[in-house]
């Protein structure tokens, strides 16, 4: 056998694989950080910019006691509100799921509940809504315009400050009953989104996709009852009875009859604002209603859960079941399991930049969402529970 003489060259390459390889080690281990970056990585996440040295040592000197207190100090950061809460909402507000929107009076609801503390299982019930106080911006809020927000955005207004922005009832604003009003499901932003044109399934939907984190396609259920399903929808699409039964049929039967809430509501396309219409069902209701005259013919707001039973009963319904109208719907899913423990995975994959993806995530999860049940639900408490348990990855 030959000597084999190392040159330089295959020395170098041989180090340069050992080093990577040192690096690619280092990368993988997780670092073990101090108080210090601990406290910095909660205000980080949360405000979304460093703080000041004041407000790191007042947050270290936290850490090993009550690191929930650590996380309150960075959420009094005007940026907690103004951007990471803002940009925490504005998915929901429009159909393209963009972060890319102006301030609305959906998104300002949202932010004014969590810094108040308010009760966030009556987010899609509630006769509430924020505004800017005083002269802080020359638009005053409008059921046909969203020039006060947008130039509460425009004008930087600092929304942590209850001088600056405070709640007010939404019928004030949108001018419709306080009975007709359902948080922010009646909000022009969310109204000008999901009740434009179409059935109104769209505001069923995409409340159930942004607050019960799941679409339309995991709920479908054909052993249900289809006694609820409107007109316009075919029975033998093509002429295939099976599409119907074996696809169809799986989702309308439990949309069908919750979106009987939001019959007495449309959004003017001219006007740009909400109607409410009480008593009197929109004539969009009756689109195609030739498609199968058999089938269910709206006649008021009334609605029903048939996901009592079935597979999808795991959403945890503890609301009446049955009701009339946007508002009684908004808590029957308001305080479902379902939607505290959506809330919880939003804020997680916010704070923590990633899904809930081990054990010990999942557990943290389940936590945060019983004692954000248990304790009022308190959105701030479950944004400074999360930053606790992410601070050190």
């Known amino acids: 056998m030959k000597n084999r003489t190392w040159t330089k060259t295959g020395l170098t390459g041989l180090m340069r694989i050992f080093l990577a390889t040192l690096l690619a080690a280092a990368i993988a281990l997780p670092a073990q950080a101090g108080p210090r970056e601990q406290a910095k990585r909660i205000h980080d996440r949360l405000a979304g910019v460093p703080p000041t040295d004041v407000v790191l040592g007042q947050m270290e000197a936290l850490i090993a006691t009550n690191p929930q207190a650590a996380a309150d100090i960075a959420m009094n950061n005007k940026n907690f509100y103004n951007v990471t809460l803002k940009n925490f909402a504005a998915p929901w507000t429009n159909r393209d799921?963009?972060?890319?929107?102006?301030?609305?009076?959906?998104?300002?609801?949202?932010?004014?509940?969590?810094?108040?503390?308010?009760?966030?299982?009556?987010?899609?019930?509630?006769?509430?809504?924020?505004?800017?106080?005083?002269?802080?911006?020359?638009?005053?809020?409008?059921?046909?315009?969203?020039?006060?927000?947008?130039?509460?955005?425009?004008?930087?207004?600092?929304?942590?400050?209850?001088?600056?922005?405070d709640s007010t009832t939404q019928s004030s604003v949108q001018q419709i009953p306080t009975g007709a009003t359902a948080g922010i499901i009646t909000s022009r932003a969310a109204s000008e989104a999901f009740f434009v044109a179409g059935t109104n399934r769209a505001m069923f939907r995409f409340t159930l996709m942004n607050h019960m984190c799941n679409d339309m396609e995991q709920m479908l259920d054909t052993s249900l009852t289809p006694d609820r399903?409107?007109?316009?929808?075919?029975?033998?699409?093509?002429?295939?009875?099976?599409?119907?039964?074996?696809?169809?049929?799986?989702?309308?039967?439990?949309?069908?009859?919750?979106?009987?809430?939001?019959?007495?509501?449309?959004?003017?396309?001219?006007?740009?604002?909400?109607?409410?219409?009480?008593?009197?069902?929109?004539?969009?209701?009756?689109?195609?209603?030739?498609?199968?005259?058999?089938?269910?013919?709206?006649?008021?707001?009334?609605?029903?859960?048939?996901?009592?039973?079935?597979?999808?009963?795991?959403?945890?319904?503890?609301?009446?079941?049955?009701?009339?109208?946007?508002?009684?719907?908004?808590?029957?899913?308001?305080?479902?399991?379902?939607?505290?423990?959506?809330?919880?995975?939003?804020?997680?994959?916010?704070?923590?930049?990633?899904?809930?993806?081990?054990?010990?995530?999942?557990?943290?999860?389940?936590?945060?969402?019983?004692?954000?049940?248990?304790?009022?639900?308190?959105?701030?408490?479950?944004?400074?529970?999360?930053?606790?348990?992410c601070m050190g990855q």
Not at 364 to 381: E, N, P
Request: negative net charge; charged residues 15%; hydrophobic residues 35%.
């Open 97 to 165: 799921q963009s972060v890319f929107v102006p301030m609305n009076d959906y998104i300002a609801t949202v932010i004014g509940m969590v810094r108040d503390n308010v009760d966030f299982s009556t987010l899609l019930s509630a006769d509430l809504t924020y505004v800017g106080i005083g002269n802080v911006v020359n638009a005053a809020p409008s059921p046909t315009n969203n020039d006060h927000y947008m130039q509460l955005e425009a004008n930087n207004v600092d929304l942590s400050s209850a001088a600056n922005f």
């Open 229 to 389: 399903i409107r007109q316009d929808v075919p029975r033998s699409p093509g002429g295939d009875s099976r599409l119907f039964l074996n696809n169809c049929i799986g989702c309308h039967t439990g949309m069908d009859p919750m979106a009987g809430a939001f019959a007495y509501y449309d959004y003017d396309e001219t006007a740009q604002r909400l109607v409410y219409t009480q008593g009197v069902v929109q004539s969009k209701y009756f689109n195609n209603d030739l498609n199968f005259p058999q089938g269910y013919r709206t006649t008021d707001d009334s609605w029903m859960n048939y996901w009592l039973v079935g597979q999808n009963s795991y959403l945890g319904f503890n609301g009446p079941g049955s009701g009339n109208g946007a508002k009684s719907l908004g808590v029957e899913l308001g305080t479902s399991y379902a939607f505290a423990a959506c809330q919880v995975k939003k804020v997680f994959r916010t704070v923590c930049l990633r899904d809930a993806e081990n054990q010990t995530d999942r557990d943290a999860v389940d936590a945060i969402v019983t004692t954000f049940r248990t304790s009022g639900y308190r959105m701030k408490q479950v944004f400074a529970d999360t930053a606790v348990h």
